[in-house]
């Protein structure tokens, strides 16, 4: 069970994730950088749906894993975009490479916390 030091410690790496994505924009003058935080909130939206559509009771069907695979695709997608934006901004020269750099390491920390935190708070099921 976690406890109200892991909280604070999340907590903690979660603000300076949100951090550096706001001043990788605020710093330079150019606000695209803050397109990644649309990733951030899409990002888990696609595996927590996806998980409520699925049938886990059912041990008769062995093939309702499809739609589960199907959210974490998505998931995938969206995190692989969070990184992979801040690179195509730098790359056609809308932002500055520095920008991208603090954007893509605060996207990581963010990333970093939500997978903590689903890790650390997840309940155990059992028979």
Same mark, same amino acid.
């Given at each position: 069970?976690?406890?109200?030091?892991?909280?604070?410690? +999340?907590?903690?790496?979660?603000? *300076?994730?949100?951090? $550096?994505?706001?001043?990788?924009? #605020?710093?330079? /003058? &150019?606000?695209?950088?803050? +397109?990644?935080?649309?990733?951030? *909130?899409?990002?888990? $939206?696609?595996?927590?749906?996806? #998980?409520?559509? /699925? &049938?886990?009771?059912?041990?008769?069907?062995?093939?309702?894993?499809?739609?589960?695979?199907?959210?974490?695709?998505?998931?995938?997608?969206?995190?692989?975009?969070?990184?992979?934006?801040?690179?195509?901004?730098?790359?056609?020269?809308?932002?500055?490479?520095?920008?991208?750099?603090?954007?893509?390491?605060?996207?990581?920390?963010?990333?970093?916390?939500?997978?903590?935190?689903?890790?650390?708070?997840?309940?155990?099921?059992?028979?």
């Amino acid at each position: 069970m976690a406890g109200l030091k892991t909280i604070i410690a +999340l907590s903690f790496v979660l603000a *300076i994730g949100f951090l $550096l994505v706001i001043l990788s924009s #605020a710093l330079f /003058s &150019n606000y695209y950088p803050l +397109l990644v935080v649309a990733t951030y *909130i899409l990002a888990p $939206l696609p595996d927590a749906i996806c #998980a409520r559509c /699925s &049938n886990p009771d059912d041990f008769i069907d062995g093939a309702g894993n499809g739609i589960l695979d199907f959210g974490r695709f998505l998931t995938g997608f969206f995190v692989v975009m969070g990184i992979a934006l801040p690179a195509l901004l730098a790359h056609s020269d809308i932002i500055r490479v520095p920008a991208m750099v603090m954007s893509i390491i605060g996207g990581l920390l963010i990333y970093g916390t939500i997978i903590s935190f689903t890790m650390f708070f997840q309940q155990e099921e059992g028979f």
